[in-house]
Each structure stands twice: as C-alpha cells, then as structure tokens.
C-alpha cells in the first residue's frame, strides 16, 4: 500500500546534520572531529584568508542550494560545535541545536529532530564527510520538487567499498539494493547526502517506534531504514552528483587525505 502523501505544498528546506558522534578512530583530538581544520577559505568578512574546518564544507553547499535553516544534532560534550558556529551569522545562516537522546545509530539521531521537521522538506548530510560538488543539493532538490519521489539520494564514486554503503541503481534512477560496507563488489557508487520530503520523515519516525529499545552497542545505518522504506513503497531514486569521490575524515588516514586534497585553495 502506498503511503499517504496528501497534497503537496509549497514547503520549507531545512538542513539536517548529525553530529553526534564520537570519533572514538581519531581520538584524542583537541576538538570535535566536525572543527577540524581542512584546507583554507576566504575570510567571514570576504576580504582574508582564513583556515576552514570540515563542516564549513556541507553548510556551504546547503547555503548554495538556498537554504537558510539547519539544526545541528550533538551529543553532550561536544559544546564546541556552538561555540564556534554560534547562530550561523558567518555563515549567513541560521543555525540551531538539539540533543541526542538515543545512541544507536543516525536515523535515532535524525529522529531527534523530528518535531520540528516533520512538515518540511529535507536536506541532510554529515559534517565529517567532504565533497567538491558545490550545486549537489541545488540538482537533489530539484529532482525532488519536481517529481513523484519522496526521497533523492546523492552519488559519489567509491573506491572504498568496504567503508561505505554501495549502491545498486536501476536505468530509471529508482535503488535496487544498498550493500553496507560490502567489501568486495562491482558496484561503483555510495551516497553521501540525500533530500526527503514529509514522507520519509514520518517513515523514520514511526520504524524506530516500532523497534524495541536497543539494550546494546549494536548500530542501526541508515540504509537500512532507506531499503525498509523502499520495501513499504516510499518513492527513492539516486542521482549522481559528483565524480569525485567523497572524503569521510573518521580515522587519521583518511583525514590525511582529506587536508591534502583540500589544502589548495585560490585567493579572491
């Protein structure tokens, strides 16, 4: 049976970052893994250069996409976030804070904010990953508004299966399957960041209340969540965005990696 979607309305986009983790991989840093300073930028007020830490990345390509709202999911202990960003004014943004409460995973974090998202559309991407597609969620988005799909994900090459989630996807743009951290395999594509509307929020929220508490360290991904919503009839397509592989900074290696590619950087 196919959800029920009502009519659609003009809504509004509102980013979604979790940031609750705990980059156990990396530890110890002397600061919040999402802080950490990845290649430079132009000054807050345009005229010098300055260093410019991981999540600047990802609120950079929401602002490009024209949005203007995001909530920041933490975890306690991770005050820096705020104190560095504040309310988003340096990034022409406005930006709020909510807690996490369940530990299991990100679709739990995600669903932290689900009061007040649950009438919006969604753009959602991870603060410690790192990616040179600037208008990514401008195609998203516009994919999403103008179609029947409930749920767009983004695509970035993989040479790295056995960290990431692959992606099957049909000739249509519609996903077949996602292996999570497969390993070996002849898929090509993860996704990295990913656009919903009211829908898939709705169908967060009512899987987890389903599901008993966890009583273990065991994690929930959230392609899981998606492949359940695919088998219920939520609409998800995939779309490339990039032919670049994107960069997750989790463990030191790959953190290296990402300062060397993004070190360079042009003056204004």
């Known amino acids: 049976m196919r959800p029920n979607r009502g009519k659609e309305f003009e809504l509004e986009v509102v980013g979604l970052i979790p940031a609750a983790g705990l980059a156990a991989r990396l530890s110890p840093l002397p600061c919040s893994k999402e ?3 990845v290649g430079f930028g132009s000054g807050y007020s345009g005229q010098d250069l300055r260093p410019k830490v991981a999540c600047h990345y990802l609120l950079e390509r929401m602002q490009f996409a024209g949005i203007s709202k995001a909530f920041i999911i933490l975890r306690k202990g991770k005050w820096d976030i705020p104190a560095y960003l504040g309310d988003g004014t340096m990034l022409g943004m406005n930006l709020a804070y909510l807690m996490m409460r369940l530990p299991y995973g990100v679709p739990y974090t995600i669903d932290q904010a689900y009061p007040f998202i649950r009438e919006a559309i969604v753009a959602m991407g991870h603060p ?3 990616f040179e597609s600037d ?3 401008v195609h998203l988005l516009e994919t999403l508004t103008t179609s029947d799909n409930d749920l767009v994900l983004g695509l970035f090459p993989s040479d790295r ?9 049909a000739d249509n743009g519609r996903i077949r399957q996602i292996l999570i951290k497969p390993g070996k395999t002849h898929l090509r594509n993860t996704w990295g960041i990913a656009v919903w509307k009211p ?15 966890p009583t273990t360290n065991e994690e929930l991904f959230m392609s899981e969540v998606i492949q ?28 290296r990696r990402a ?8 003056e204004e």
């Not at 299966?161 to 996807?169: G, I, N, S």
């Not at 829908?199 to 899987?207: C, G, L, N, R």
């Not at 397509?237 to 592989?245: N, Y």
């Open 35 to 37: 802080l950490y300073p």
């Open 135 to 137: 208008d990514a969620f």
């Open 259 to 266: 300062v060397r590619r993004f070190s360079s950087f042009e």
């Open 199 to 213: 829908v898939f929020t709705h169908f967060i929220h009512d899987y987890l209340s389903k599901i008993a508490e």
């Open 128 to 130: 410690d990953t790192l």
């Open 161 to 169: 299966p056995e960290k990431t989630d692959m992606v099957d996807v």
């Open 228 to 255: 359940a919503a695919i088998r219920e009839d939520v609409r998800v397509r995939a779309e490339q965005v990039s032919d670049k592989t994107l960069l997750d900074i989790g463990t030191a290696e790959d953190l």
